[in-house]
């Protein structure tokens, strides 16, 4: 997306790919090939190195906006709210990630989409489910199961090879931004969608703007679709499961 050094580097082969597309689409949890602790240490190397290559946002209202929803939503969720990052990248493109080690990164482009808090919640809400939910750790050992994954899980942990950056974060859920799309399965999307719509609303944010949200989002691309649309199921098969889900939650 943005990180001019590193788009457009795909590193994995098409079949590595397919692989992991194929295990992540099975029935179950694929095993825990990768601890936790290996799997943030991913997510903080990624981050830093997408600090070191992507300018921040000047926009003091956009920072100020992405860090409050941040922090009412992890409040909500018992999280520490002071060891989480949270900050707006300068970017047109219509994107938002939150990696292992509590980092979380939205675009400026977001916000011509995401146009108030609870709508931006919606799109922070859905990203933290990736990651409480710990999707990044089943994409990893997914990734990690391939032929392809077991040569390269050396580089990825020991960043022997600088290459391997396009890996990691890709499997991290910045694939859009390298241009190397490894996205969720539908039942991990759907399940950080849920988890996503359950805080905003737990949160005291309007539930029915996440369905907005994703209207608008499917508005903006016209002949392109956002980036975020590129790693995300059709909108309007999400908001189907989204309105069942609301219609359980209270008013």
């Not at 146009?115 to 710990?134: C, M, W, Y």
């Not at 390269?152 to 694939?175: F, Y």
């Not at 390298?178 to 737990?202: C, I, K, T």
Request: with cysteine; charged share 20%.
């Amino acid at each position: 997306m943005a990180c001019s050094c590193l788009t457009r580097r795909r590193f994995l082969a098409t079949t590595a790919a397919g692989s992991v597309m194929s295990l992540s689409g099975c029935v179950g949890t694929p095993p825990a090939l990768v601890s936790s602790s290996e799997v943030e240490a991913m997510g903080l190397r990624a981050w830093s190195e997408l600090r070191a290559q992507q300018p921040l946002s000047r926009d003091t209202g956009f920072q100020s906006s992405a860090q409050q929803v941040s922090r009412r939503l992890l409040t909500h969720l018992g999280e520490p709210t002071g060891a989480w990052e949270v900050q707006v990248f300068s970017s047109p493109e219509i994107n938002a990630f939150a990696l292992p080690g509590r980092k979380i990164g939205v675009y400026e482009g977001m916000f011509r989409v995401a146009r108030t808090p609870d709508q931006l919640a919606a799109v922070i809400g859905h990203e933290i489910g990736h990651l409480l939910a710990k999707h990044p750790e089943e994409r990893i050992s997914a990734e990690v199961a391939t032929e392809t994954g077991l040569r390269l899980i050396g580089g990825m942990l020991g960043a022997s090879n600088v290459g391997n950056a396009d890996v990691i974060t890709a499997a991290l859920g910045l694939g859009a931004q390298v241009g190397l799309l490894l996205p969720y399965s539908r039942n991990q999307e759907l399940e950080a969608d849920e988890f996503g719509v359950r805080a905003m609303v737990g949160a005291g944010y309007e539930g029915r703007q996440a369905i907005t949200l994703w209207q608008q989002m499917e508005l903006a691309g016209g002949a392109r679709s956002p980036e975020f649309l590129a790693t995300h199921p059709a909108p309007a098969a999400r908001i189907g499961a989204m309105e069942r889900l609301l219609a359980t939650l209270p008013a």
